[in-house]
């Protein structure tokens, strides 16, 4: 290794968070795993540029929105959902010498979900994939036969529900929304928008028709869209939903533990599992009008540390939180400015005029509309969930994404999650260094909008989707990316804030449609409820 290279891997090493040598291979290759990790940190800090489109055409791939992105099997397979209700199975093919990074479909999965599939992942330890869905269902099948029957010249196969599912869960009562594995091929939790997070044991079956679910091990007064743990602390997991705070929980019940670790008792015997903190932020200006609601569309915990926790706020930003900090008292909360960190939104930021409904003018018509949202909402207001739970405030903010108009994840990259990527409704996705917040790279990723990035676990490779009905792959590039929009950088950002001002709470619009008819008999005219732009 050069001069050159000794200080940068020393520089690598210093950055390494603490612990990490005990998470490397044992001693005799602690040494080569270590570089090939040093080696991945440096080819990621290169500027990216898209290297694949998967299924880029009619024939092949998705004919809806790709929700869904997880990468299985080590790596060595990439498994993709959405709205067409299919999960693709994903394979490099090693005798496709023409692209750096060739992955073909050698099988598609028909899951017989009846609505949009919003996550899909592969239980460790096993062939089995499980997929959540907004028809409340979560549904697991077993791709052995998919994975195994691959033909060699690259011909997709089509597999139906009845020849690969083994299971059915019907416990939640509202679309599934997230679902994560543990260290086990048997073990899984899910999150749904009925306000509860669900563990699921497919040793233990049983029919949700006949036989009464078990009891959630969370359950809120308010809809859930996003749950995450890391293996490094499989007792911790943090949910969020719509409500201003993200909820950390404690899994174990020995009471000497939950004090020593979170100053709080456990409450076994009382619920399943404990909430310890809150992750917020300050208390941000209101607009002056009550539409805008807090919403959390993402969240995720480091892999590599066990303790920092990302959060994607709907109308703002991301926000780095780390379980290790300690709370603020109430006296600071009560005490503290309007916002730590800057806001995306100012309440200066003027308004686009809304189309014209029904013959009626643009004001009048987004007058009355926002009217009946002030009404919903004041009906509607949900009870602040765990009010004595000690709040975390947050390390860091990232800004220049807009997250306004769809469901989007948010996630860490890099060998030691040495960056923090999110995807925007503007079509790029954004990287930002972890530790400055410094902004390190736009791409464009999709033509509408980016909901969804997922770094490789080995190879520099990020893959992208969002609204197209193809999944875009991300490489380093030694020469110019055709799709890094860093040129521009200034502008989209600016244009973000502007458009990301305001959003439109999202409502149960079968409410709102009878607060739109009782009002629209009083006036005589048809006031139709906003279209829904959740994911």
């Known amino acids: 290794m050069s001069g050159t290279s000794n200080v940068a891997m020393t520089t690598y090493q210093k950055h390494l968070p603490t612990g990490t040598a005990a998470l490397l291979k044992p001693p005799s290759s602690s040494s080569a795993e270590q570089h090939r990790r040093w080696n991945l940190f440096r080819t990621l800090g290169h500027t990216l540029d898209r290297v694949n489109v998967l299924a880029d055409d009619d024939l092949h791939g998705h004919t809806g929105c ?20 299919t999960v693709r199975l994903w394979k490099m093919d090693s005798s496709h010498i023409e692209q750096e990074y060739p992955f073909v479909c050698p099988a598609v999965i028909n899951t017989g979900h009846q609505a949009n599939i ?20 979560i549904r ?4 052995k036969t998919a994975l195994t029957s691959a033909t060699p010249d690259r011909v997709e196969t089509e597999y139906s529900s009845n020849q690969t599912r083994i299971a059915t869960i019907r416990c939640h009562r509202d679309a599934v929304k997230r679902v994560v594995t543990e260290d086990s091929p048997d073990l899984f939790m899910s999150v749904s ?7 699921h044991d497919l040793r233990t079956p049983h029919n949700c028709r006949t036989e009464s679910c078990s009891a959630p091990l969370v359950e809120l007064g308010h809809e859930l869209s996003t749950i995450s743990l890391s293996p490094l602390t499989p007792h911790q997991f943090v949910v969020a939903g719509e409500a201003p705070y993200g909820y950390l929980f404690d899994r174990r019940h020995l009471r000497r533990t939950i004090e020593s670790d979170w100053g709080t008792m456990p409450n076994a015997g009382k619920e399943a599992t404990t909430c310890v903190r809150k992750f917020g932020r300050r208390s941000r200006p209101t607009n002056n009008r009550r539409i805008v609601r807090d919403h959390i569309t993402g969240a995720r915990m480091s892999d590599s540390n066990g303790h920092e926790v990302l959060l994607s706020y709907s109308g703002d930003g991301v926000y780095l939180y780390s379980t290790k900090d300690d709370p603020e008292s109430r006296d600071d909360l009560s005490s503290s ?3 730590v960190l800057p806001s995306n939104a100012g309440n200066d930021t003027p308004r686009s005029e809304p189309a014209q409904v029904n013959g009626s003018s643009p004001s009048r018509t987004y007058g009355i509309v926002t009217s ?4 919903f909402s004041s009906l509607h207001t949900p009870e602040e969930s765990q009010p004595n739970v000690p709040v975390v405030m947050p390390r860091r903010r990232y800004a220049g994404a807009r997250n306004v108009a769809t469901i989007k994840d948010v996630n860490f990259l890099g060998p030691d999650d040495e960056w923090v990527v999110s995807g925007s409704d503007d079509g790029n996705f954004f990287i930002w260094n972890k530790d400055s917040g410094d902004l390190h790279g736009i791409y464009e990723g999709d033509s509408s909008v980016v909901n969804v990035v997922e770094g490789h676990p080995h190879f520099p490779l990020v893959a992208v989707s969002g609204i197209d009905t193809t999944v875009k792959l991300f490489a380093p590039t030694p020469s110019r990316s055709s799709f890094s929009r860093m040129d521009n950088a200034e502008q989209i950002m600016e244009t973000n804030k502007r458009l990301g001002s305001t959003r439109l709470m999202r409502t149960n619009l079968a409410a709102l449609q009878i607060l739109a008819d009782v009002r629209s008999a009083m006036d005589h ?7 829904c732009t959740g994911q």
């Open 118 to 137: 919003f996550n899909a992942k592969m239980l460790p330890h096993s062939s089995r994939i499980i997929t959540a869905s907004a028809d409340m269902q």
């Open 372 to 375: 009946l949202l002030d009404e």
């Open 337 to 339: 400015p309007p916002s």
């Open 525 to 531: 005219e048809e006031i139709r409820p906003p279209e």
């Open 193 to 199: 928008e009925d306000g509860t997070v669900r563990q």
């Open 140 to 143: 697991v099948f077993d791709a």
């Open 66 to 85: 790709v929700n869904a992105l997880s990468w299985a099997q080590d790596g060595n397979l990439l498994i993709s959902a959405g709205d067409d209700t």
